[in-house]
């Protein structure tokens, strides 16, 4: 079987799937627009490809998101035409279709299946959009922006055979007409690397943190609304002191991976600091430690240190953090939104907080911090469900080389 796979940003989401086919001895092929990917990994032949031109000026605002999907479009059609030149024809394509990539690729390989990673499909109700009032007022105006913003996706679904979704939440996010050819197969959590460990360390600020002190954990890619940076910020002054020797790690860029920059020019993290600044002592400030981003091995070697780790989220697309601190054994407070309610049963491997609520966040991370025979049943109890449902090795890998196979007909 040939399989070509499309991601502006590859590996990612295909980082396990890509080379556990090319191990099964299948041509594997990558197209990307990755521009330091390399020629090959684990098996799998990665030509990368650039776009060669911009949007247009003047453009109608709510045009410039289809615009830019199409201009990607085209430039990885004109890849694919060139690999197919070369005598390249995939049985199977799987692609994400979130930056337009997969627009055209039907023109290209008539016989193809084709199954696209149906990640998220944006409303202008029910979701991200317009849920925290501080960040986002849907106008009407906006509602429609929003509705354009989906044109290139319903293109790429309309010409797609099959779609696979990481949780049932997201596949619900897509239109009824396409959810019956989307199968629920999460990414998978390599729950061996992701695992407790009673004698793990952490270095900090010229000491070693263990199991023995404790520790808070936030992470995010960015330190955004669209995570809860801001609520959980909001919620230190009163855990600070409700907890005077807990120290508090935060893993995450400064900047913005989803949401759009404020408006007054700096950070989330500046402003944050300037906010909540005047309610913390000299000592409580000194206990927030920004480590901005870090390398896996040292982000799992900080889940395992763990003491609560805080996950919140806008209704949107579940990170793999929450399930690889659930995998490394931490007990876990989280916001009470889809799709976390899909991991997490509260009381049972978790405990789940309003997202807005930064007081009864406090109250509920110091509470469970006070708590060691709760966290411990949380915690046995989280890495059981992520085991039991989420495994790579055993659950989700299998899963989705078989939809691969049962898209390419075999």
């Not at 199977?92 to 055209?104: D, K, Q, R």
């Not at 520790?215 to 959980?232: D, K």
């Not at 402003?271 to 981003?293: C, D, K, T, V, Y």
């Not at 966290?375 to 992520?386: C, L, P």
């Amino acid at each position: 079987m040939k399989v070509l796979f499309v991601h502006q940003n590859f590996p990612a989401q295909f980082k396990h799937l890509a080379p556990a086919l090319a191990a099964a001895g299948h041509e594997v092929v990558a197209l990307t627009l990755r521009r330091q990917a390399p020629a090959a990994l684990k098996g799998v032949r990665v030509v990368t490809y650039a776009v060669t031109r911009g949007s247009s000026r003047g453009i109608h605002p709510w045009a410039g998101d289809f615009e830019t999907k199409v201009i990607r479009g085209e430039a990885c059609f004109r890849a694919a035409l060139q690999l197919r030149d070369k005598g390249f024809s995939p049985d199977v394509i799987v692609a994400h279709p979130g930056w337009g990539e997969s627009l055209f690729l039907r023109h290209v390989w008539p016989k193809a299946r084709i199954g696209l990673y149906g990640e998220f499909f944006y409303r202008s109700e029910g979701a991200d959009v317009g849920f925290d009032p501080e960040t986002s007022v849907v106008t009407e105006a906006e509602a429609s922006r929003v509705t354009l913003r989906n044109a290139a996706m319903l293109l790429a679904m309309d010409g797609a055979d099959a779609a696979i979704a990481p949780t049932h939440w997201q596949a619900s996010t897509y239109p009824e007409s396409f959810r019956s050819r989307i199968a629920v197969i999460h990414d998978g959590i390599d729950t061996a690397a992701a695992a407790p460990d009673p004698g793990a360390t952490f270095a900090l600020d010229g000491r070693l943190l263990s199991r023995r002190d404790e520790v808070i954990t936030f992470v995010s890619r960015s330190l955004e609304p669209y995570r809860g940076y801001h609520v959980f910020m909001r919620a230190l002054p009163a855990l600070l002191k409700a907890r005077p020797n807990a120290e508090v790690v935060i893993v995450g860029q400064e900047g913005v991976s989803y949401g759009v920059p404020r408006e007054d020019g700096t950070s989330w993290k500046q402003a944050m600091a300037r906010e909540i600044g005047p309610a913390l002592s000299g000592s409580e400030a000194a206990r927030i430690h920004h480590l901005g981003q870090v390398p896996y091995d040292r982000f799992l070697a900080l889940l395992k240190v763990s003491t609560v780790h805080v996950y919140l989220t806008y209704p949107f697309v579940l990170s793999w953090s929450l399930l690889e601190a659930m995998s490394s054994g931490c007990a876990v407070v989280a916001s009470d939104t889809a799709p976390v309610r899909e991991v997490i049963t509260s009381g049972t491997d978790g405990q789940l907080v309003d997202f807005f609520d930064a007081p009864g966040l406090a109250q509920a991370v110091a509470a469970l911090v006070a708590d060691r025979p709760r966290r411990e049943r949380f915690g046995v109890a989280a890495r059981r469900r992520i085991v039991r449902d989420y495994d790579l090795a055993e659950v989700a890998l299998p899963r989705q080389i078989a939809w691969v196979e049962a898209l390419s007909g075999r």
